[in-house]
């Protein structure tokens, strides 16, 4: 800024890049001195606001570029101001410092109404504010995704935060190898993160077997609630562990054991929730001290879930006619 000139004043800014290189640029365009190496180019702009009172001249000058690293880590800027034969100069040591990209976290997914799985990534306090953000996804071999929403906000201290979004078809998380990948871009730095189905939180709950009433010659039905988990893909195992033993094996839907194929539910949370059933005959020759087991498999788990009946104690059919209900839930099971 210079003032309380007897005429125009003309304006030029000196600028010394981290290479050496010299440019001299004016209000109006760009001109050649003795030391300066002229190029044209846009990298830089210049505005000067003019205005005189009582025949006395004043500007206000303003050198405005985007900063790049291998340009302006330390550069030397000046401004001269000519009038009237005579000139002002003021000189700048400058040192940059840009700031890197800050992580608010792992990718998160959320789930859309229509089973879409929902990606963001959210990179903080950066400048300059040029980041380019990319998504891929793939099981071993990434294809480009379009970007379903990016959202920059300016803060206070003039950095920049970015938060961008990419929507998956949801079926795609029933492979457990299958991966998306957000990848940036910025002046300072590069990264990427990757997530998995097994990085989300729709992990499968069990609940306690619900097992009813073991009773000679009947049939009993053992339920066990599933719930909270996503995709709408389970491997569900029921299995026995005869008495006296100690090794268990698999039940299979047969003439002796059914295994109804029960419909799974979406929640308000967008999860699923299922109910395993298991319907079994009771005696108490061969059933008497075995235990019933039922095992969950999903993507989003490195190892299968399990819940188990614990030893059943049959009644038979006088004893529990004869027994009260308090008494039933004593002697049907130990405890």
Request: aromatic letters at 8%; proline letters at 4%; one cysteine or more.
């Amino acid at each position: 800024m210079a003032s309380n000139c007897p005429q125009d004043m003309r304006v030029a800014w000196t600028i010394k890049e981290n290479n050496g290189e010299r440019m001299v640029i004016t209000d109006n365009n760009q001109e050649r001195d003795e030391e300066a190496v002229l190029k044209v180019r846009s990298d830089y702009t210049v505005e000067t606001e003019r205005s005189n009172e009582d025949n006395l001249h004043h500007a206000i000058s303003a050198l405005s570029f985007t900063p790049v690293v291998s340009k302006h880590k330390e550069v030397e800027v000046s401004c001269r101001f000519l009038c009237n034969g005579r000139s002002l100069e003021k000189h700048l040591k400058w040192s940059f410092n840009f700031k890197k990209v800050e992580l608010s976290g792992p990718v998160q997914m959320s789930l859309g109404e229509d089973g879409d799985v929902l990606c963001s990534v959210s990179l903080l306090n950066f400048y300059p504010k040029d980041i380019e953000i990319k998504w891929s996804h793939g099981l071993g071999y990434f294809q480009d995704v379009e970007t379903f929403n990016e959202t920059v906000t300016k803060n206070n201290d003039f950095t920049f935060n970015v938060r961008s979004i990419c929507r998956i078809p949801g079926h795609l998380f029933k492979d457990q190898g299958y991966r998306v990948r957000a990848k940036w871009n910025q002046k300072t730095e590069a990264g990427q993160q990757e997530v998995s189905i097994t990085d989300s939180d729709w992990h499968p709950v069990m609940g306690e077997i619900e097992d009813p009433d073991f009773i000679d010659g009947k049939e009993a039905k053992l339920l066990c609630r599933i719930s909270g988990y996503f995709p709408d893909v389970l491997d569900v195992k029921w299995l026995r562990r005869d008495a006296e033993s100690q090794e268990c094996y698999a039940i299979s839907d047969s003439d002796r054991y059914k295994i109804p194929v029960m419909a799974s539910t979406r929640q308000k949370d967008k999860t699923f929730i299922y109910t395993a059933c298991l319907i079994a005959p009771i005696s108490v020759a061969t059933d008497y001290g075995a235990e019933f087991m039922c095992r969950v498999g999903h993507p989003s788990l490195n190892t299968p879930l399990e819940k188990r009946s614990g030893e059943i104690r049959v009644m038979e059919t006088r004893e529990e006619e004869a027994a009260s209900p308090a008494t039933k839930r004593m002697i049907k099971r130990k405890t």
